[in-house]
Nanobody, 121 residues
Framework: QVRLVETGGGLVPAGGSLRLSCSAP???????????MGWYHQAPGKQRELVAS???????RYGDSVKGRFTISRDFPPNTVYLQMNTLHPEDTGVYYC????????????WGQGTQVTVSS
């Protein structure tokens, strides 16, 4: 069973920085040998939105609101993804979820438990 372990949330003043990490022990199994790992943000009362993602092939996507401020990176092995968040805004507050998606077979998404990020104004 593949599970995700997220760390790095916390409270930071506006303009500050945080680094999130998400590791996927067991994601070397064949189903996930080709995958996308990414981060999603869910603000209070809003839908979950893509922050950034990176595939095992190196393809990167960023949400419009974080371009130029956040940077995603990966280590493999192991399957670990990092999100460096700089120049944080109060609207970046919310829960950040890590997601692992197989590129081998559809409908095999795994979500982390989420980590809270709070940016004070």
């Amino acid at each position: 069973q593949v599970r995700l372990v997220e760390t790095g949330g916390g409270l930071v003043p506006a303009g500050g920085s945080l680094r999130l990490s998400c590791s996927a022990p067991g994601a070397s199994v064949s189903l996930f040998r080709s995958n996308v790992m990414g981060w999603y943000h869910q603000a209070p009362g809003k839908q979950r939105e893509l922050v950034a993602s990176m595939s095992t092939g190196g393809r990167v996507r960023y949400g419009d609101s974080v371009k130029g401020r956040f940077t995603i990176s990966r280590d493999f092995p192991p399957n670990t993804v990092y999100l460096q968040m700089n120049t944080l805004h109060p609207e970046d507050t919310g829960v950040y979820y890590c997601k692992l998606s197989s590129l081998i077979r559809d409908n095999n998404d795994i979500w982390g438990q989420g980590t809270q990020v709070t940016v004070s104004s």
